[in-house]
């Protein structure tokens, strides 16, 4: 790949953001669970929410599961978060312990990381099977993106969501798979739409046996392609994946 689109494809992926932001935090224990911007803060206040500026920061106040509870249900209908999921996703400090969960369409107003998983498949011929984002996805609708990528939910571990969300955008079973393959880590800090995204993407690589063909069972998937690698390398040039999932790709490949 041409050295100045790698290079741009990883800066895309840390970018500060647009607004500044001040610590969100627990008034409990003063651990710093994500970030928001001092305009939001103010009106999270005005609103009569659970929250207190605290200097350069603002504390969440009391039991943290129903404070955050009260605060997504707020930022929902206040029209300032995305889609309602009925997801919980753990909420983690900075060095990684869980603290609380909060509901998925929160996050990102509030700066809180989120963890994922990346699943690269190939067939037995080296060639690999990407998926096309349905298109009706509020996020990145009709792109193209890895054989399947989904969100760590609250009390679940990467490999119980690997297992499930297999199953659920590909129809696969991980016992059916060969050659499964960790690839470490990657981190994505960019502002969006609703606030700022950081995310810690765990990636995994395998090799579909030839009498498997992924067969989506959730609804988010338009369809799926496997493809030579020359034809991966041109989509990838041409931006036609998720940030998320070319920079998984990158890795997996080796660039």
């Known amino acids: 790949m041409n050295v100045a689109w790698l290079e741009g494809l990883r800066a895309r992926a ?6 500044p932001r001040v610590p969100l935090r627990l008034a409990a224990n003063a651990a710093v669970i994500g970030s928001v911007e001092p305009a939001l803060v103010a009106q999270l206040v005005a609103a009569g929410l659970p ?12 039991d943290a599961d129903a404070a955050l509870a009260r605060i997504a249900r707020w930022l929902h209908d206040a029209g300032l978060a995305s889609r309602w999921r009925d997801e919980l996703l753990a909420v983690t400090d900075e060095s990684g312990r869980v603290q609380a969960a909060v509901e998925r369409a929160a996050v990102r107003p509030l700066g809180i ?5 990346h699943l ?35 009390r679940e571990s990467l490999e119980q969501t690997l297992e499930r969300e297999t199953w659920e955008e590909a129809g696969l079973r991980l016992a059916d798979l ?5 690839h470490g880590a990657l981190t994505v800090r960019r502002p969006v739409a609703e606030g700022y995204m950081v995310e810690r993407m765990a990636v995994y690589s395998a090799r579909v046996p030839a009498h498997l063909v992924p067969q989506n069972q959730d609804g988010e ?35």
Not at 14 to 19: A, E, F, K, N, T
Not at 113 to 117: K, R
Not at 120 to 143: H, N
Not at 239 to 248: G, Q, S
């Open 14 to 19: 840390d970018q500060s953001p647009l607004r």
């Open 221 to 255: 998937v338009e369809r799926f392609e496997c493809v030579d690698e020359p034809a991966l390398r041109e989509r990838l040039a041409a931006d036609a994946f998720t940030l998320e999932a070319a920079l998984v790709l990158v890795r997996v490949l080796g660039l």
């Open 113 to 117: 990381t989120t963890f994922a998983v």
């Open 51 to 62: 929250v207190a500026a605290a200097g350069d920061a603002v504390d969440v106040q009391g």
């Open 178 to 182: 060969e050659a499964l393959r960790e």
């Open 120 to 154: 690269v498949g190939r067939d037995p011929a080296g060639r690999w099977w990407l998926q096309q984002r349905a298109l009706d996805k509020a996020t990145d609708p009709g792109r193209w993106d890895t054989l399947m990528g989904g969100l760590v939910a609250d």
